[in-house]
């Protein structure tokens, strides 16, 4: 084997250029950190006095924000270039998962605390996401999407899981407030990485006619195509039934 052919697999492969591999280790970190959060921010309420139905209401907070801002951040992430978008959006994170880690560490928190600051985490989460479904889809080449686009997402979901089940056995070992803030550490790491992103080869976004009207387009084009907001309404409701059952039993 030829030293180039060592080099070559010592890079990795070929579509795996490095904002694609930053973009990957990154969400492979806050998927960890935040499947084990869900599963930690549960028991803090429950080991705060609350029931069931203040599980809920916590798991409500951090829902209501994400489809409130969602569009709001999807327009943003066309004007703003979308890895400052990135990096602030996982400072939001880092700094309620923070506050939410340090309350349950130090004393009894409130249930309005709690509720405040995952609501900040689900504004931080709709700003975010919009941005780096952009950043990713700029990381790789047509050629290339499909093979990326399937590890990127076997990495996910393989934090996804490995995170719940990492996060439920560290509130068992050491409770829900250190889980917090590892999620806390995880997200200030993903900033971390995701500032080092090169976007020099991204061009410059001509300004738009505002926001309002960029919504307005979107409306229109989403509301034209039944295909579209039939499968937007069906998994709307099949997300409500599951991530609810999830957040409150998981």
């Known amino acids: 084997m030829t030293p180039s052919a060592d080099s070559s697999r010592a890079r990795g492969p070929a579509w795996a250029s ?29 080991e705060a006095g609350g029931d069931s139905a203040d599980v809920g209401l916590v798991a409500a907070a951090r829902t209501l924000p994400l489809v409130v801002f969602l569009l ?14 990135m990096v602030a959006a996982n400072t939001l994170n880092c ?7 340090v309350l349950v560490l130090t004393g009894e928190p409130r249930l309005w605390q709690m509720m ?16 780096a ?22 990495a996910m979901q393989g934090a996804a899981v490995g995170g719940a089940a990492l996060g439920g056995a560290m509130v068992a070992a050491v409770g829900p407030g250190w889980v917090l803030a590892a999620d806390a550490v995880a997200f200030a790491a ?22 309002l009207a960029d919504l307005r387009d979107g409306w229109r084009e989403v509301a034209g195509r039944p295909w579209l907001w039939g499968i937007v309404v069906q998994f709307s409701v099949a997300n409500a039934v599951l991530g609810a059952a999830d957040a409150v039993y998981g």
């Open 72 to 85: 709001i951040g999807g327009a943003v992430a066309d004007r703003l270039p979308r890895h400052r978008v």
């Open 18 to 46: 490095r904002n694609y591999s930053l973009l990957t280790a990154a969400a492979f970190v806050t998927n960890l950190g935040s499947n084990g959060a869900m599963i930690a921010a549960a028991f803090a309420v429950l």
């Open 95 to 101: 700094l309620s998962q923070g506050a939410f880690a």
């Open 133 to 154: 479904e952009g950043m990713l889809l700029s990381s790789v080449s047509g050629e290339q999407a499909g093979r990326a686009f399937a590890v990127f997402r076997m």
């Open 116 to 131: 405040l600051l995952t609501a900040l985490g689900g504004t931080g989460h709709a700003f975010f996401s919009p941005a």
């Open 190 to 211: 993903a900033g971390s990485l995701r500032s080092l992103l090169d976007v020099s080869h991204i061009p410059a976004r001509a300004p738009g006619a505002g926001i």
